[in-house]
């Protein structure tokens, strides 16, 4: 049985900024293969089909 390597790759920030490969690969996607992407990690993290919540909060301004 092989083993998966794990890779590390640790970057500056400042070098991120200037890194347009992960732009240009969402660009050459399409949008529904962009969207399908955003469903899948967002199915990752809440672990179900359901939707997103939507939350609401109201805040009172000090008069001035």
Request: overall charge positive; hydrophobic content about 30%; proline content about 0%.
């Given at each position: 049985?092989?083993?998966?390597?794990?890779?590390?790759?640790k970057?500056?920030?400042?070098?991120?900024?200037n890194?347009?490969?992960?732009?240009?690969?969402?660009?050459?996607?399409?949008?529904?293969?962009?969207?399908e992407?955003?469903?899948?990690?967002?199915?990752?993290?809440?672990?179900?089909?359901?939707?997103?919540?939507?939350?609401?909060?109201?805040?009172?301004?000090?008069?001035?």
């Amino acid at each position: 049985m092989s083993e998966i390597a794990k890779v590390v790759t640790k970057k500056k920030l400042s070098d991120l900024k200037n890194d347009k490969s992960d732009l240009e690969y969402w660009l050459s996607k399409t949008h529904q293969e962009r969207i399908e992407a955003v469903e899948k990690l967002r199915r990752q993290y809440g672990g179900s089909d359901q939707r997103l919540q939507r939350v609401v909060r109201v805040t009172k301004r000090k008069k001035s």
